[in-house]
């Protein structure tokens, strides 16, 4: 004896049968990646290379500065800048530039790797202007004594730099590394979240195969979307 279905099985499996049922030939897309943000990148990005620029630019201004009169000579002012008593505060800040810059351009582990270049540079330069008054003192005895106005008076010399008058710049540097040292601390963090520049294209890709996954255009395309 044959089993009788319930009322409008049948006519329900004929229907599916006869017009094709959508959960039936619909493939399942695998789960996409955790959404792509770009909260915070183009400001740290730019705090990074707006403050990279300011460290270098306020590296190569005068640090110090002093006014020697001697008896019988021309007076002439001697100023020491930045690069002068310490050249590796401008190539850090110039590594820390090339780093924000770099942002741009990777993803991944690369990008937070290149964050963490970015923090170093900048502490490792904010660390040498924090210790480099000895480096400053003794820029400045050598600019004494190729000064015309000096008679050779090494005594003098010694004297002159330390009575030399510092200026701001040595500060404003200071301070203007601290911003990509805090951008390289926010790619370290956030880094992998945020978009690339190849992102864009893999996203079309992506939708392409999406596409094709599509039972439907299959079946147009006289495709059996079941084999």
Known sequence: MRRRHPA????ADRSCLSHGCSHLLRRR??????PVTSRGYGTTVLLGVAGAGAAFFAASQPWARVTVE???LARDAVAVSGNDALPVVGGLALVALAGSVAVLATAGRIRTAVGVIVTLASLGAMIA?????????DALVVSLADSPAMSGDAALQESLADDATGTM???ATLVALALPALAGLAVVRWGREWPSMGRRYDSVGQ???ETDDDPWKALDRGEDPTV
Do not use: E, M, N, Y
Request: aromatic share 8%.
């Open 29 to 34: 897309r695998p789960a996409r990646a955790g």
């Open 8 to 11: 409008g099985q049948g006519r």
């Open 207 to 209: 939708q392409k195969a």
């Open 169 to 171: 710049w040595r500060w």
């Open 70 to 72: 001697t008896q019988g």
């Open 129 to 137: 202007v924090l210790t480099g008054s000895d480096a400053l003192h």
